[in-house]
């Protein structure tokens, strides 16, 4: 168990609104990552984090921000939803091995 | 664009037959991971392979590297209802950045 915690687990918003997700993990480790998933195309990386107020983008970025003031909370922001953003989002940590990635359960985010 | 490619897709097996799942990119990864996933839950790591050539066991389940580190196969013996779920592909890229494989779903049929 690697202490990653995701709220909300499921939210339902409109067009245009904001949202934001939060991971929250209790091992100090440095690198997280935020994901999407939809069916076909496995897990995209979104943004990840490298350090407190360090962050840089993923493949899918684009409607995506992120902050990280904490070492141990990665936020995820949606500045105005679409639907196209309607997916199931993971939050994860980066093993002290440095080679794999140990995930929250998911927060699953509907945009109507 | 995927930078790493799986297949098949779907697959549907009856309990006890023998499968592959392949996992191919035109980039070298330093290492690879496969995960398995199931419904509600975040994908959870099965195994990671370093080495080019690399075979790793893992009871029932065998994982190998290519030489040139670009692709990885897992293959499953006989295998169990208990196998059912999303098998994902994820290379360690540059950057510390990790990026997955678009994901075979296995269903194994009692």
């Known amino acids: 168990d690697a202490g990653i915690t995701q709220s909300p687990r499921h939210k339902v918003t409109e067009t245009g609104t904001p949202v934001t997700l939060r991971c929250h993990q209790t091992e100090n480790h440095r690198y997280m990552y935020w994901y999407r998933q939809d069916p076909g195309h496995g897990l995209r990386l979104i943004h990840y984090?490298?350090?407190?107020?360090?962050?840089d983008k993923g493949e899918v970025s684009d409607g995506y921000s992120v902050s990280r003031s904490k070492t141990e909370d990665f936020l995820l922001t949606l500045e105005s939803a679409t639907s196209s953003q309607t997916s199931v989002y993971f939050c994860?940590?980066?093993?002290?091995?440095?080679?794999?990635?140990?995930f929250g359960q998911g927060t699953r985010l509907t945009v109507v | 664009t995927q930078l790493l490619e799986q297949s098949p897709q779907f697959l549907s097996i009856q309990e006890g037959e023998n499968l592959t799942v392949y996992c191919n990119s035109s980039?070298?990864?330093?290492?690879l991971q496969w995960y398995r996933q199931e419904p509600g839950e975040g994908p959870v790591l099965l195994v990671t392979v370093v080495t080019g050539g690399e075979v790793k066991k893992l009871k029932r389940l065998t994982f190998q590297f290519g030489d040139a580190r670009k692709d990885s196969s897992l293959h499953i013996t006989a295998a169990q209802p208990g196998d059912t779920g999303l098998y994902l592909c994820?290379?360690?890229?540059?950057?510390?950045?990790?990026?997955f494989g678009t994901g075979t779903s296995l269903t194994v049929i009692p």
């Open positions: 984090s490298y350090g407190v107020k360090d962050t």
């Open positions: 980039s070298v990864f330093s290492s």
């Open positions: 994860a940590i980066k093993g002290t091995a440095n080679t794999e990635a140990f």
């Open positions: 994820a290379g360690d890229y540059p950057g510390n950045q990790f990026y």
